[in-house]
Nanobody, 127 residues
């Protein structure tokens, strides 16, 4: 059974960068649609970035395009989210997710609750 554990969150000043990591165990991420999501209290969960299972399609939320990059390393069984030029509105709890079910990537990332999810890591952007 696939399990995911995030790391790399923290406090960063506006304009700074962080790289979130998600370690997978129990199965290999190559078989899954993977993604990063963020949650802010009082707001709906937002799909930040997702990759299709064969890596031929990537979705980014408009709010992070050009600043965030999602990657998958199947040899290390890891996924990453490189976040550059962070802004206060990027503050939230970030979760990695994986799902063996695959349809439209945009739908997967914006609507579907991924089958497997990590416990979350907090990102705070503040001066």
């Amino acid at each position: 059974q696939l399990q995911l554990v995030e790391s790399g969150g923290g406090l960063v000043q506006p304009g700074g960068s962080l790289r979130l990591s998600c370690a997978a165990s129990g199965n290999n991420l190559r078989y899954y649609v993977i993604g990063w999501f963020r949650q802010v209290p009082g707001k709906e969960r937002e799909g930040v970035a997702c990759i299709s299972s064969n890596d031929d399609e990537i979705y980014y939320a408009d709010s992070v395009k050009g600043r965030f990059t999602i990657t998958r390393d199947t040899a290390k069984n890891m996924m990453y989210l490189q976040m550059n030029n962070l802004q206060p509105e990027d503050t939230g709890t970030y979760y990695c997710g994986a799902d063996p079910y695959e349809v439209s990537l945009r739908y997967m990332c914006t609507q579907r609750n991924f089958e497997v999810r990590g416990q979350g890591t907090q990102v705070t952007v503040s001066s």
